[in-house]
C-alpha cells in the first residue's frame, strides 16, 4: 500500500513538472513580471548586505518567467513566491535567498535559472524616545553614536536623566551609559556605537537627595515633599560614632554650606534642621582632628588637634579650666575602635604645672576626650557612660580599661 502511495505522489509531481513546462513554453514572448531596473550594486557594504524588513527584491526565473516577481520583505520577514510555502529570508544575502529558492523550485520544475537581487534598500533608523526635544525615529548613518542621534531629535529635555540613558539593539540586548558629563566628547567609551534598528530611552531625572560620608546607609534617596535634614539622615541609617557631626555641609544648587550636626542632634537647635530640596546633598564627614574637652572648663566642647599637642594645649585651647577644676584628677579616655574598648586614664597636672613632671602632661591623640572634674563633685561610671553617649564616641557596649583610683 504504502508503495502504490509513493508511486502516485511521484506520478502527480510528474504530471504537474510537464503541465508547468507546456504552459510556460507558450509564453516564451511574454513579458517577465520583475522589474527591469539594474540591481544596486553593493560594492559600499562593509561586509555582506543582510535582507530585512522593508527591503525590496528582484526574483528573477529566465527559463520560468512567471516565476519571477518583485517583493517588499513584510515586517515578519517570509516571502510567499509561487508553488512554496513562505521562506523566512531576514539576515540572509540575495546569494542565499536564490540558492534557497533554486533548491526548492527543483521539486517542482526542471532547472530553474534563478537570479535574485536587490532592488531598493530599507531605510534605515534609530528610534529615540522619552524625555528628548523631539521623540521619533531619525535616520541612520554608518558609524552613527549615541550623542549624534539624540541630538538628531533635538537634543535631551531638562528633566532628562542623561545619567541612564538605555539603549536597545536589534538583536535584544540591552546597555545603560552615563552621558551625563556636559564636558563629554563624541566617541569616547560612553558615547556607544549604534546599529541600524537601536532603540534609544531618555528616562526622566528622578527627584533625590543624597547622604554620604559618616551614615549607616550612605547614597540617594527618593525626595519627599518638605523633606528636612533629619529625614534624610533617618533615610540614610543615622549618622556613625565616627561622624563629625559639627563640621557636615549642605551643597543646595551648586553651593556648599555648614550645616552643624552638632548643634541639631546634640543640643536639639532645630534652626539646623533645614528644608531640603530635589538634588541637595549632605556631607558627614569622619573625625579626624579633634580632642573633646568637657567638665570644669571654660569652653567645653572639642579642640582643634594639632601634632605633637598635649593635654596643657587642649586645656588652653578651650579657654583653661575653671576656678574649683580638678587639675589633679583629669580623666584622659582613648578610643580604640578595633579592640571595642574606652581606656580611661587619670593625668595629674598639677605635677607638671608645680613640680615640671613632665610624663604627667601626655601627648594626645585625635579623638580623644578630656573630663575635668570639679573639687566638689568625683567623677564615676556612670558620669563617664553618659559622657561618651552624650558626644556620640561610643555606644555602650564598649569595654572600659580604667586605671582610675576613684572609681
Known sequence: ?????????????????????????????????????????????????????????????????????????????????????????????????????TQEWRKYVINPSVTVSLSQKRKENILVYGYVMTPGTG???????????????????????MSRVTITHRNGTKQTVDLSNPAMKGGTPADAPLQNGDVIYIPISRAQITVVGEVNNPGSFDYKDDMNVLQALTDAGGVKESADLATATLQHDGVEVPLNLDALLRHGDFSWNKKLSAGDKIMVPEIKNRVYVFGAIARPGYYIFKP????????????????????????????????????????????????????????????????????????????LFGLLSGVNIIGSTYRIITGNPYY
Open 1 to 101: 500500500m504504502k508503495s502504490i502511495l509513493l508511486i502516485q505522489r511521484h506520478f502527480a509531481r510528474i504530471v504537474l513538472a510537464i503541465t508547468l513546462i507546456a504552459f510556460f513554453t507558450v509564453r516564451t514572448g511574454a513579458e517577465p513580471l520583475a522589474s527591469q531596473a539594474a540591481p544596486l550594486s553593493l560594492d559600499d557594504q562593509t561586509g555582506p548586505y543582510l535582507l530585512a524588513s522593508d527591503d525590496v527584491i528582484n526574483i528573477t526565473v529566465v527559463n520560468f518567467p512567471n516565476l519571477s516577481e518583485t517583493i517588499v520583505v513584510p515586517p515578519d520577514g517570509k516571502i510567499s513566491v509561487p508553488l512554496l510555502k513562505p521562506i523566512d529570508v531576514t539576515g540572509k544575502t540575495t546569494s542565499e535567498v536564490q540558492a534557497i529558492l
Open 139 to 161: 535616520d541612520f548613518r554608518p558609524g552613527m553614536r549615541v550623542l549624534e542621534a539624540i541630538a538628531q531629535q533635538g537634543g535631551p529635555l531638562p528633566q532628562a536623566d
Open 308 to 383: 605633637d599637642d598635649r593635654v596643657l594645649d587642649a586645656l588652653n585651647g578651650c579657654g583653661g579650666p575653671v576656678r574649683n577644676a580638678a587639675m589633679n584628677k583629669i580623666n584622659l579616655i582613648r578610643i580604640d575602635r578595633a579592640k571595642g574598648i574606652a581606656k580611661v586614664t587619670v593625668v595629674d597636672i598639677d605635677k607638671f604645672l608645680k613640680k615640671g613632671d613632665i610624663t604627667e602632661n601626655v601627648a594626645l591623640k585625635p579623638g580623644d576626650v578630656l573630663y575635668i572634674p570639679d573639687k566638689k563633685h568625683a567623677f564615676g561610671i556612670q558620669d
